[in-house]
């Protein structure tokens, strides 16, 4: 076997994948710079450098299980988030970009400087621990009812050293103990268990416990939004992240349960994404 440069391995790579994926090109390169654990600049630098028999075979493993619709940050382990390196695998869901507006929402809540923070469901850790990066004096609780993602967002708390979080075990507020806090946050499931899209794309390999929820991808949303109300502080908020089409039903719930100031954040594509709602005073 002849050894393919770069510049080859990557044209071969995106032309395979070109039928499965619509991303093919970056897919290659993400893989390839993986296997040589080298950046994008270095591809384009030495794009005649030939790959070692070893390097070669790796990366056609690696775009074959691509081809198959493995998706890239299974592949290669990590996705980054907020600029973060989070460490990803099959136990939870891999981090999207349109979650960052959650994190954005959030920090630019008028919230006490020292402010308590809950994230439920918190999978690779990504919410708690891009906020925990951006406000180091917060104190945030983060936590999954999935052991090993719990074990996963632990090991990525550990990698970048934020220590203003705690991450524990619990089914959402079922091990959480009586406390207030100013801001509750959560990207629950929120998928109808009867959508389509779960048989298409990265979704596949992903746990269906972290995707979908009952009464059409409402019901951990009502649930969250219900006992919420029992761990925020007066004036406290809660912020989650929903389907594009569940926001009119999702504010209707929360104004009658009692929130105020309810409205509804798009993501960066104009999707209606996450909702964000206040209690009063006297709601709890």
């Known amino acids: 076997m002849l050894p393919l440069t770069i510049a080859q391995a990557l044209s071969r790579a995106s032309e395979q994948l070109a039928r499965t994926s ?19 600049t270095y591809l384009y630098t030495w794009p005649d450098k030939a790959l070692s028999e070893h390097e070669q075979n ?10 198959q619709g493995h998706p890239v940050a299974h592949l290669v382990g990590e996705r980054e988030f907020w600029s973060l390196p989070l460490l990803v695998n099959a136990t939870t869901l891999i981090p999207r970009p349109d979650t960052e507006v959650l994190v954005e929402t959030a920090l630019n ?28 004096d917060w104190q945030i609780t983060a ?15 550990q990698r970048l050293e934020l220590n203003n979080v705690t991450i ?9 103990k ?3 806090f100013d801001l509750i946050v959560s990207n629950p499931p929120y998928i109808d268990e009867q959508d389509e899209h779960l ?10 416990s972290a995707l979908t929820a009952p009464d059409e991808g409402f019901a951990d949303l009502f649930h969250i939004a219900d006992i919420a109300k029992n761990y925020l502080k007066p004036n406290g908020y809660l912020l989650m992240e929903h389907g594009y089409q569940q926001g009119l039903l999702l504010r209707q719930q929360l104004e ?8 509804t954040i798009k993501d960066f594509g104009n999707n209606e994404r996450c909702t964000l709602a206040r209690v009063s005073d006297s709601i709890r």
Not at 58 to 67: H, L, P, V, Y
Not at 109 to 136: H, M, Q, R
């Open 199 to 208: 048989a298409q794309g990265d979704v596949r390999f992903e746990p269906l």
């Open 58 to 67: 790796s990366f056609e493993e690696m775009i074959s299980k691509r081809a």
């Open 22 to 40: 619509d991303t093919a090109s970056l897919d290659a390169e993400v893989c390839l710079q993986h296997i040589l654990n080298k950046n994008r």
């Open 168 to 176: 524990k075990q619990s089914d959402w507020f079922s091990a959480v």
């Open 109 to 136: 809540l008028a919230l006490p400087g020292n402010a308590k923070v809950l994230d439920l469901g918190t999978g690779t850790g990504a919410i708690a621990l891009a906020l925990a990066s951006e406000k180091p």
């Open 143 to 157: 936590i999954d009812k999935v052991s090993d993602a719990v074990k996963l967002a632990q090991t990525n708390q």
């Open 256 to 263: 009658q349960l009692g929130y105020l100031q309810v409205k």
């Open 178 to 180: 009586a406390q207030a």
